[in-house]
Structures are given as structure tokens and as C-alpha cells.
């Protein structure tokens, strides 16, 4: 009886020791259940396609020739009771994977003669046995290798607007985003997201000719801004094609086709800005990077731009011209983004001087190879090129941020008519600054 109480101490310890344990194996489920619930149909099969690689990859690394067997003199020497030598210890990567909505990223690490060219070489092999269609290899860094499947090409798959719910109704509540938060633009070849921050980034153009698919990334750019609560949205459309949807809540819309009228709101854009001169000195600073309801960023968006510099009417056309640069050479420290729509991205349209401004540049489907070089003047040497025909609708050549050389992008799917359910729930907030124009006021304009 006297080992009684060391017996109940071992167990009470023991058990203690126990805790620790099933808080982590309880904290490992709920994370699962949890990224189970929030992932949507397509990244929920990728994360079933993510068990599945884990658990056939001790059978398929040694098929594919990832595998190394043990080889050094001490396993070498290791015999059994009866003399005959022990099989050497075949040593397999360890590998983790993350699930997204294109397929499966599985990293791993590098082993002795297992290195980036041997992953390379088995990619076929990998393919069919993770089932995807195609397999990238990578070394970010050393002993470390990336091989992300494609279970569906990110150009050829059609990606709603995270502005919307599945349902298509929209999901982004008025005023909760603000300049800082990255704007999701669309996805390249590799499922990376192409992102732009208004607040840290400058001006932009947008290029593309009709039914390119121009028009669903502008949608996304005016839609995402017309949410930010320290945003001021300003549209200088003459067709109304990009500012319908947000004639009511735009801080400034103008749908005239003469250049007059809109280079009156250019000059209204340049005076606020001579009014922010003062927040140089108060703030110490030569940029404004910082925005609120009091003091908000202005993003000016331009569609159709060469209905103004291509104006028949000379001296109307050159003021335009002169207000434009002005901003866009100027704007960008005083809290001004532009960005510029156009189907023909030519030198008559857009001066030299004009396009060294703007420096995120998204070019969909033009006409010739001239057009896209006038965007990406190493266009030549490119991998890619939007001077192509069959470009499809939706895709486009991007250069945003810091990004070293252009890709091609495929543009998240945010409608005319999402924009439209987005904007009535900017009104029904109270966001609403005019209401719809009547025909008198488009002849007026026109």
C-alpha cells in the first residue's frame, strides 16, 4: 500500500501533462473547422485535394524520384541477427501544403541530390499524381522548395468581386474601407493577387478597346472607392458608361463631351490642391500619405480621355491638356490619384509626358502592337503582349507597384449591375449626393 500515493502522483502528473496536449489537438481542429466553413466551394475542394497529397506523398516522393536512401558507411554497415545486411532508410522531404481556390501549394524541403532541378524534372509526375493540371517548381530560398498545382488555370477561371457575396449581393458595407486597404484588381497566371493601394500608390491608366473587358476593372476601381469614407470620387465620363452607376454618391461627376466643362473640374481638383499647400509646413512633410473624412483622398478617373485631347476644338483641347498634366504631374503629393481610361493608348491621345506620370499601368486587349509598346515600351523583349487576338475578355498586361516586370492579369468579375446593387446601398446609407440626371441635364451636358 505504501506505493499507492507514488502511483496516484505519476497519474496526477501525467494527466497534467495531458492538458497541454489536447489544447493543441483541439486548437488544430477548430483551425481546421474553421478554414473549412470560411473557404468557399472551390477552396474547399482544393483542401480535401491537400489531405489527399499529404497523404499519398510517402508513397508518390519515391516514384517521382524525390526520395534519397540512406547511403553513409554507419547505415551501410547495419546487418541483422542472421548476418544480412539491413535495408538502407529511404529519407522522403517532409512537406506542408496550403489550399487556395486554383489548387494546392506544397512546400518542402530540399535533400542531398533533391534539389530545385530534381522537382523540376518530376513535374509531370506530380501532376498526375496530385491531379492537377499543371505544376510550378521554386526555390524562394535555400534548402526550401515551392511546387504550386493548378487544379484550374487563374486566366481562364471566372473570379467574382470580393466587393460581393456568392449570391452576388454585395458584401462590403458603405464606409467600412478606407484608402489604405488594397484594392483586389484580379489574379495573374501564378493565382497571385494583383492588388492597388490608393493611399501609397500614385496615378494610373487603364487601357483596352471595346469588349476587351476595360470596362470590369474600372468597375472594380470606382467601386471599391465609392466605399472608402475618406474617398472623394471624381468621374469625367462623356458617355456615362463608368459614371451611371455612381452619378448619385460621386463627390463630382461631369458627362459633358466638350473639353471646356471638364477642364472646370480639373481646375476645381488643382485648387483644392493649393489649398493643401499649408499641410507641407504644418506637417513637416513633402507628400500627403495620411487621409480622413476632413482631409480625403481624390481619385479622379477619366474615361474615354481622347474625347478631350482629340477635340476638334483646338484652345479647349490644349486647356484640358494643360489641366491634366498639371495634376498629373503634380497631383500625386497633394493627396491626388488619376487614373486614365482609353481605348487607343497613342501618342495623340496621351503625350510622352503624360504617360511617364502614370506609372500602374493595365493594358487589356488593343489593336496593335504599337498600342501595347506605348504602355510598356520594352514590350518587345516581353514574355507577354496584349497586342494579341485571342486575348480573352477579362484579361490584360499589368504593371502595378513594385512589380519588375509586367504579367498578365485576369480581372475580378464585378458587373455593371452589382455596381448598381452597391451603389443603392451607398444611398439607402445616406450617401447619396444628387440624384439621377434628367434628359435636360444630359442634352445640357451633350
Not at 524562394?140 to 477561371?157: C, K, N, V
Not at 471624381?234 to 463631351?257: E, G, K, Q
Not at 476638334?312 to 497633394?334: H, N, P, T, V, Y
Amino acid at each position: 500500500m505504501a506505493g499507492l500515493p507514488a502511483i496516484v502522483h505519476r497519474a496526477t502528473a501525467l494527466w497534467w501533462l495531458l492538458i497541454p496536449l489536447t489544447l493543441v489537438v483541439l486548437g488544430r481542429v477548430v483551425f481546421t473547422a474553421v478554414r473549412w466553413l470560411r473557404a468557399d466551394a472551390e477552396t474547399r475542394i482544393s483542401l480535401r485535394q491537400a489531405r489527399r497529397i499529404r497523404r499519398t506523398w510517402r508513397r508518390l516522393a519515391p516514384m517521382a524520384e524525390l526520395a534519397v536512401k540512406d547511403t553513409t558507411p554507419t547505415a551501410m554497415e547495419q546487418l541483422r541477427a542472421d548476418g544480412t545486411p539491413v535495408p538502407a532508410k529511404v529519407c522522403i522531404p517532409s512537406i506542408s501544403t496550403h489550399a487556395d481556390t486554383f489548387g494546392v501549394t506544397v512546400t518542402a524541403n530540399a535533400l542531398p541530390r533533391v534539389g530545385l532541378e530534381a522537382w523540376q524534372d518530376a513535374r509531370d509526375d506530380l501532376c498526375n499524381g496530385w491531379g492537377m493540371l499543371r505544376v510550378k517548381v521554386a526555390q524562394p530560398r535555400p534548402g526550401t522548395i515551392t511546387a504550386r498545382g493548378f487544379r484550374r488555370e487563374p486566366l481562364d477561371t471566372l473570379i467574382p468581386s470580393p466587393l460581393l457575396h456568392e449570391d452576388g449581393t454585395p458584401r462590403v458595407a458603405p464606409e467600412s474601407l478606407t484608402s489604405a486597404d488594397d484594392v483586389l484588381l484580379g489574379w495573374d497566371e501564378d493565382g497571385a493577387p494583383i492588388r492597388v493601394n490608393l493611399a501609397s500608390g500614385a496615378h494610373g491608366l487603364i487601357a483596352g478597346v471595346t469588349r476587351s473587358g476595360k470596362s470590369i476593372t474600372v468597375n472594380t476601381l470606382l467601386a471599391s472607392a465609392s466605399l472608402m469614407r475618406d474617398v472623394h470620387l471624381v468621374v469625367i465620363d462623356p458617355n456615362l458608361a463608368a459614371a451611371a452607376p455612381w452619378w448619385r454618391t460621386a463627390h463630382r461627376v461631369c458627362s459633358a463631351t466638350h473639353p471646356d466643362e471638364a477642364s472646370e473640374v480639373l481646375a476645381e481638383v488643382r485648387a483644392e490642391m493649393r489649398r493643401r499647400e499649408a499641410l507641407f509646413w504644418s506637417a513637416r512633410t513633402d507628400r500627403i500619405t495620411s487621409f480622413s473624412e476632413e482631409l480625403p483622398l481624390l481619385l479622379v478617373v477619366i474615361d474615354e480621355v481622347a474625347n478631350y485631347t482629340r477635340h476638334s476644338d483646338r484652345k479647349a483641347r490644349e486647356r484640358f491638356e494643360a489641366e491634366l498634366l498639371a495634376i498629373a504631374s503634380q497631383g500625386a503629393k497633394f493627396g491626388v490619384r488619376l487614373w486614365l481610361i482609353t481605348q487607343k493608348p497613342s501618342a495623340d491621345v496621351l503625350s510622352t509626358a503624360m504617360r511617364t506620370n502614370l506609372s500602374a499601368r493595365i493594358c487589356h486587349r488593343v489593336d496593335t502592337v504599337e498600342d501595347f509598346l506605348h504602355l510598356f515600351p520594352d514590350g518587345r523583349e516581353l514574355e507577354v503582349s496584349a497586342a494579341d487576338r485571342e486575348l480573352p475578355a477579362g484579361v490584360a498586361v499589368a504593371a502595378i507597384g513594385t512589380m519588375r516586370t509586367p504579367v498578365r492579369m485576369r480581372s475580378v468579375y464585378l458587373t455593371t449591375e452589382a455596381c448598381w446593387q452597391i451603389s443603392e446601398a451607398l444611398c439607402q446609407s445616406g450617401q447619396q449626393v444628387r440624384g439621377l440626371p434628367t434628359s435636360v441635364d444630359l442634352d445640357k451636358a451633350a
